[in-house]
């Protein structure tokens, strides 16, 4: 991995979607789909793949001149951060869809689970070799996890839905060894549905995030998050489901809590972790200044050394105005000038 400074700075995942490329009022108006949306996207089929190629190119200039020293895609070809796996997977059926409750408990289209999952070639393997490409700065790619899938999923197939998880558990790991061989720094999981279904999580989760790990030995992350800004306004006060979190074999844990004013003292379990600390919140289009950013990353020093922390966003960018993503990327950017200007004469 190229070396990273103190206070790095990441997107969690997406960033915002050209206009020209995506629906934009079609995505805002629904929950993150589950099976394919191929109605939010703006260019005919036979341009899709050049129009996505440009449009990421964008995303990882703009990331570039905001100063960001970890660099994702931009998940710029994604319907959602998780349905561009969950419907590439042999075994389930995504022409005739199950459904399954979201995390506001209304349902929703999801792939059926006909058969035994499995993975019929890599990916996002080509994404993450442009993104190498492109760039010679650090790279990450994410991944949906395998506890979230089979949330998002109808089971038609399997004796229960840690069986399930498991399987998706299997198919993620050959991902994720394939997205490093690729030229990936760090591999981010996202299982927002730990935080979603904490029971559940509680029962299989630790081990189905371990054994899509099995075997790993470049960077991880794994992020959990109370769902987009946009979609979902409430935010709880702390987490349902984190500390668990302890015992993985995950190297960095990406949290939220700009948004939220979560009460960091729950990094008081979280000690040997690397910590994405999301500073950006993402309900509101307003840019943060560097100092607003830079104060919110400092509540965390208390509980974890700045040599554990990398300054992130709260979630997604996928459904900010381009101009406000922009914005906020400038200002983690700064903060981190700032934080590491005082930590050096400290």
Not at 244 to 273: M, N, R
Not at 296 to 303: D, K, Q, Y
Not at 304 to 318: L, N, R, S, W, Y
């Amino acid at each position: 991995m190229p070396s990273l400074p103190l206070l790095p700075t990441s997107l969690v995942g997406s960033y915002a979607q050209p206009d020209w490329l995506i629906d934009r009022s079609k995505l805002a108006d629904r929950f993150p789909p589950r099976v394919r949306a191929k109605e939010l996207w703006r260019v005919a089929p036979e341009f899709l793949a050049q129009a996505q190629d440009d449009a990421t190119l964008l995303a990882i200039r703009a990331q570039e001149e905001a100063g960001l020293d970890i660099l994702t895609d931009g998940e710029i070809r994604r319907e959602s951060y998780s349905n561009h796996v969950a419907t590439a997977l042999g075994g389930v059926d995504i022409d005739t869809p199950g459904t399954a409750l979201d995390r506001s408990g209304h349902p929703n289209p999801v792939p059926r689970i006909a058969g035994p999952i499995r993975r019929p070639h890599p990916i996002q393997v080509d994404d993450v070799r442009f993104l190498r490409e492109h760039t010679d700065r650090t790279i990450k790619m994410t991944v949906p996890g395998p506890f979230t899938m089979s949330q998002q999923a109808q089971n038609d197939h399997y004796a229960d839905a840690e069986s399930a998880a498991m399987a998706y558990a299997e198919v993620v790991n050959a991902e994720i060894a394939d997205l490093f061989a690729a030229g990936a720094d760090v591999v981010q999981i996202d299982e927002p549905y730990m935080q979603a279904r904490p029971d559940a999580a509680r029962a299989y989760g630790p081990a189905a995030l371990n054994a899509a790990l099995a075997g790993i030995t470049g960077t991880t992350a794994v992020h959990i998050c109370f769902g987009y800004a946009a979609i979902i306004h409430e935010r709880p006060e702390g987490y349902s489901f984190l500390p668990e979190l302890a015992g993985c074999s995950v190297d960095q844990i990406s949290i939220e809590t700009a948004q939220s004013g979560l009460d960091l003292g729950v990094l008081a379990d979280l000690t040997d972790k690397t910590i994405l600390l999301g500073a950006i919140d993402l309900s509101t289009p307003e840019v943060e200044t560097p100092e607003l950013v830079a104060e919110r990353t400092r509540r965390a020093f208390e509980w974890i050394p700045p040599e554990q922390i990398v300054i992130a966003t709260d979630c997604g960018m996928k459904y900010l105005p381009r101009r406000s993503a922009e914005g906020k990327m400038r200002a983690m950017a700064g903060a981190a000038r700032l934080l590491r200007e005082e930590l050096a004469e400290a």
